[in-house]
C-alpha cells in the first residue's frame, strides 16, 4: 500500500470486491422476495384449489348417495314386481286351466 501502482490496484480490488458483494447481498435480496412471493402465490393458489375441492367432494358425495339410494331402491321395485309378475302369471295360469277344465266338462256333457 505504500508504493503507488500497488496502493492503486489494492484500492481499485477493494472497491471492486465491494461492489460484487453489495451487488450479490442486492440479488440474494431480490431472490428472497421472489421466492416469498410464489410462496405465498402457491398457498393461494392452494386455499383456491382446497376449497374447489371440499365444494365438489360434498356435492359429489350427496350425489353418490342419491345415486346409490335409487339403484338399491329400483333393484327392490324390480324384484318386487318380477315376483308380482310371476304370482300373476301363476294365478293367469291357474284361471286357464280352470277354464279349460271347465270347457272340458262341458264338452263332455254335451257329447255324453
Known sequence: MDHHP??????SFLNARQEHQ???ETFHHA??????????DMNSI???????????ESKFETME????????SNSRRRLDLENRLQDAKTKSQ???DSLLSRLSGV????LG
Open 6 to 11: 500497488s496502493r492503486e490496484s489494492m484500492m
Open 22 to 24: 453489495d451487488t450479490n
Open 31 to 40: 431472490l428472497d422476495e421472489i421466492h416469498a412471493g410464489l410462496k405465498d
Open 46 to 56: 392452494m386455499i383456491v384449489v382446497e376449497k374447489f375441492y371440499d365444494e365438489m
Open 65 to 72: 348417495r342419491d345415486i346409490e339410494y335409487h339403484l338399491m
Open 94 to 96: 291357474g284361471y286357464f
Open 107 to 110: 264338452t263332455t256333457n254335451t
